[in-house]
T-cell receptor, first 113, second 111 residues
Framework: DTAVSQTPKYLVTQMGNDKSIKCEQN?????MYWYKQDSKKFLKIMFS???????INETVPNRFSPKSPDKAHLNLHINSLELGDSAVYFC????????????FGPGTRLTVL | GEDVEQSLFLSVREGDSSVINCTYT??????LYWYKQEPGAGLQLLTY?????DMKQDQRLTVLLNKKDKHLSLRIADTQTGDSAIYFC???????????FGTGTRLKVLA
């Protein structure tokens, strides 16, 4: 029944590696997002896709590449991981219209050693 | 500007009211929201208010919006220990899909 799911929940990796985080929503929403939450709990939008098209791309290093194979999925691939990439990454989805409530996944805690 | 500011911490006694404040800068906001984040979890929407409203009440929650001062507040009546969490205000920018979250307020409820 999970509305927005992310895998993995925890990811520990070495600097320089490449990793992916997957996100799926079963709400039928058209819009999906990736957010980064740092150790101080500040939440920043990274990307947003609407109907598989990129609509928001904040000033995120191009080591981060989102991919949306279909409306229900938005994956995040990160190349050449750096220490500063350690954070919790949240996926979210919304209808994109009206009140535009966002539904969040449980988060992926990425630790780069 | 796109800054949404909140006080970082608030501590209240169980049974008291809590008031969490938020100031935003983008006057083109269409909706303003309050989200709750419990430890180890994602954010969950508590309530939202349309930008042409002044107040919205939903059970123990009261949202006040002062559009002139760009000030939003969330009042929680009869605060319980289960209300301890981080509370984020957020605004959605009219005509875009963009959401801007506040800095978050960590509410601690003392028994």
């Amino acid at each position: 029944d999970t509305a927005v799911s992310q895998t993995p929940k925890y990811l520990v990796t070495q600097m320089g590696n490449d990793k992916s985080i997957k996100c799926e929503q079963n709400l039928g929403h058209d819009t999906m997002y990736w957010y980064k939450q740092d150790s101080k709990k500040f939440l920043k939008i990274m990307f947003s896709y609407n109907n598989k098209e990129l609509i928001i791309n904040e000033t995120v290093p191009n080591r981060f590449s989102p991919k949306s194979p279909d409306k229900a999925h938005l994956n995040l691939h990160i190349n050449s991981l750096e220490l500063g990439d350690s954070a919790v990454y949240f996926c979210a989805s919304s209808r994109g219209t009206g009140s535009n409530e966002q539904f969040f996944g449980p988060g992926t805690r990425l630790t780069v050693l | 500007g796109e800054d949404v500011e909140q006080s970082l911490f608030l501590s209240v006694r169980e049974g008291d009211s809590s008031v969490i404040n938020c100031t935003y800068t983008d006057s083109s906001s269409t909706y303003l929201y309050w989200y709750k984040q419990e430890p180890g979890a994602g954010l969950q929407l508590l309530t939202y208010i349309f930008s042409n409203m002044d107040m919205k009440q939903d059970q123990r929650l009261t949202v006040l919006l002062n559009k002139k001062d760009k000030h939003l507040s969330l009042r929680i009546a009869d605060t319980q220990t289960g209300d301890s969490a981080i509370y984020f205000c957020a605004e959605s920018i009219g005509g875009t899909y963009k959401y801007i979250f506040g800095t978050g307020t960590r509410l601690k409820v003392l028994a």
